[in-house]
């Protein structure tokens, strides 16, 4: 089955999969899935799914249907392998998103409410780095902008949950813990 050009163009890009990312990337006139330095041939069912196939790996049973395009939704491309798993699109972080850019950097980490640690001790530090075009936690938790205060996290066990940001002060709640910009001259 032949797939329109036009139509392919609109799957290009990364898309988040339990915390890691598939690139869909074209291949001539097909496309490719790269997933872990892995290019994998995608074989057109219809016009929106496709099967995976590979010479060496046991890619069987590997489908992906995309679902992009509609302006009230956001695009995801649905793998299924056994289960079921949606994986929205994630945006180029190194071409479209000076905000991503503004987030990277060094946090003292304090409880979010007063505790036996009070509220001025730090409970830790983390960073925020963009890794392969990808905004990622030093724990390895993707982030996904979707405002100027609202950072989603994809995949793992917190999926889906909002961090919240203070756009005058860069300050990230979550939970219970509050992350504060380390100014860069520490």
């Known amino acids: 089955m032949a797939v329109d050009r036009a139509i392919l163009q609109r799957y290009l890009g990364k898309y988040v999969i339990q915390g890691d990312v598939i690139e869909i990337v074209p291949s001539g006139d097909r496309l490719k899935a790269v997933y ?38 956001e695009d995801i491309v ?15 972080v190194e071409e479209d998103s000076p905000l991503c850019r503004e987030l990277t950097g060094k946090y003292d980490v304090y409880p979010r409410i007063p505790s036996e640690h009070g509220s001025s001790k730090t409970v830790g530090t983390t960073e925020i780095r963009i890794e392969d075009g990808v905004l990622r936690t030093a724990d390895g938790r993707g982030l996904k902008p979707r ?12 999926d889906g949950e909002t961090m919240v940001r203070d756009s005058l002060t860069g300050n990230i709640t979550w939970q219970n813990e509050a992350y504060k910009p380390v100014s860069p001259s520490r």
């Open 36 to 73: 872990k330095g892995q290019a994998i041939t995608m074989v057109p069912i219809s016009q929106t799914r496709f099967r995976l196939s590979h010479w060496l790996a046991d890619v069987e049973g590997i489908e992906l249907e995309f679902f992009v395009g509609d302006p009230n939704d």
């Open 78 to 92: 649905v793998v299924t392998m056994g289960d079921h798993f949606v994986c929205p699109r994630y945006l180029d």
């Open 147 to 158: 405002s100027d205060t609202e950072i989603a996290i994809i995949g793992g066990v917190f």
